[in-house]
């Protein structure tokens, strides 16, 4: 057998309706787990249950684009709920599955290989998604900003408020970032603001900074953060620029230079308030993208 036609058998028993787990599709193409994603990820370049993961919320797209229920489309897709199905979506798509989009179901793949209905797979040669050092360093900074936030759900809210860091500014015009409750609600503010300015949109007004509101504020801003870079990157918008209403007076900015800002801001606040975690009592790692990548890379092998 050549190695294009492994590579086919690979793919058959990763996109396989009975194939739902890693062990499954490994039996189905006749090896082990270990040797079947390391045969997999060397050959797409992408790993088994990441890249079934990635085609099953295409197909759901699809399917949604034609009329499915969410409920039907979570369970073809192998969600055990619509609840977790939905989060998975708007993580990928930038929007919940019940809001009808138009265009293109597919999302951006390391290979090109995509769902191409009714139930196929079909390899797009010429795309071009965000390079992967950007790429890497959006997702950290989108994970890390979450896990963040969830850490801070173990203190009272007065440890939370208390100013750690009295006349803490990141920058000459914002505000004060003395405690856990300002850092953590500028990462997310940071995000939602410039999202407005970039989108045309509405300032946020309704900005409530309890740890639960900013988990909430921040599961919505961040996939539809990711689809906006994403979108520049598809149209190498990176030198455009946008002219700012929201600023008195109004300003220009060069849209990678707004993703820069954010990104290099976004990792001087999480490192401060991982210090103010650790000083609160709350077991904080370090942050480090190395480890990050290896715990994401194991959990989607």
Same mark, same amino acid.
């Given at each position: 057998?050549?190695?294009?036609? @492994?590579?086919?058998?690979? $793919?058959?028993?990763?996109?396989?309706?009975?194939?739902?787990? !890693?062990?499954?599709? *490994?039996?189905? *193409?006749?090896?082990?787990?270990?040797?079947? #994603?390391?045969? $997999?990820?060397?050959?797409?370049?992408?790993?088994?249950?990441?890249?079934?993961?990635?085609?099953?919320?295409?197909?759901? /797209?699809?399917?949604?684009?034609?009329?499915? #229920?969410? #409920?039907?489309?979570?369970?073809?897709?192998?969600?055990?709920?619509?609840?977790?199905?939905? @989060?998975?979506?708007?993580?990928?798509?930038?929007?919940?599955?019940?809001?009808? /989009?138009?265009?293109?179901?597919?999302?951006?793949?390391?290979?090109?290989?995509?769902?191409?209905?009714?139930?196929?797979?079909?390899?797009?040669?010429?795309?071009?998604?965000?390079?992967?050092? $950007?790429?890497?360093?959006?997702?950290?900074?989108?994970?890390?900003?979450?896990? !963040?936030?969830?850490?801070?759900?173990?203190? #009272?809210?007065?440890?939370?408020?208390?100013?750690?860091?009295?006349?803490?500014?990141?920058?000459?015009?914002?505000?004060?970032?003395?405690?856990? /409750?300002?850092?953590?609600?500028?990462?997310?503010?940071?995000?939602?603001?410039?999202?407005?300015?970039?989108?045309?949109?509405?300032?946020? &007004?309704?900005?409530?900074?309890?740890?639960?509101?900013?988990?909430?504020?921040?599961?919505?801003? *961040?996939?539809?953060?990711?689809?906006?870079?994403?979108?520049?990157?598809?149209?190498?918008?990176?030198?455009?620029?946008?002219?700012? /209403? !929201?600023?008195?007076?109004?300003?220009?900015?060069?849209?990678?230079?707004?993703?820069?800002?954010?990104?290099?801001?976004?990792?001087?606040?999480?490192?401060?308030?991982?210090?103010?975690?650790?000083?609160?009592?709350?077991? &904080?790692?370090?942050?480090?993208?190395?480890?990050?990548?290896? @715990?994401?890379?194991?959990?989607?092998?």
């Amino acid at each position: 057998m050549t190695g294009k036609d @492994r590579l086919r058998e690979l $793919l058959d028993a990763v996109l396989d309706e009975q194939h739902r787990s !890693l062990d499954e599709m *490994a039996s189905g *193409a006749h090896s082990s787990p270990y040797h079947f #994603t390391r045969q $997999l990820s060397a050959g797409a370049g992408e790993p088994p249950v990441a890249m079934r993961r990635r085609v099953m919320l295409e197909r759901a /797209a699809w399917q949604l684009s034609r009329g499915a #229920t969410v #409920t039907d489309a979570a369970f073809a897709a192998g969600y055990e709920s619509a609840e977790g199905f939905g @989060r998975a979506f708007a993580r990928a798509y930038g929007h919940p599955p019940s809001e009808r /989009a138009d265009g293109d179901h597919w999302l951006p793949a390391p290979n090109g290989i995509h769902f191409h209905p009714p139930m196929s797979l079909w390899v797009h040669t010429g795309e071009h998604t965000m390079t992967q050092p $950007l790429d890497l360093l959006v997702h950290h900074d989108l994970d890390d900003t979450r896990d !963040l936030i969830d850490l801070a759900k173990q203190l #009272t809210d007065g440890d939370y408020r208390r100013e750690l860091s009295p006349g803490a500014r990141v920058h000459s015009w914002e505000g004060e970032e003395a405690s856990v /409750a300002a850092v953590l609600t500028s990462l997310v503010f940071t995000k939602e603001v410039w999202l407005a300015a970039i989108l045309g949109e509405d300032f946020p &007004a309704d900005r409530p900074d309890h740890v639960g509101a900013l988990r909430r504020r921040h599961d919505d801003v *961040a996939p539809r953060w990711l689809e906006m870079l994403r979108d520049m990157e598809r149209r190498a918008a990176w030198d455009d620029r946008i002219v700012d /209403a !929201l600023c008195e007076p109004p300003e220009s900015f060069v849209l990678g230079s707004i993703v820069a800002h954010v990104l290099t801001y976004d990792a001087h606040r999480r490192l401060g308030v991982r210090a103010m975690l650790r000083e609160l009592g709350v077991d &904080a790692d370090e942050g480090d993208p190395i480890n990050w990548l290896r @715990r994401r890379t194991e959990a989607t092998a």
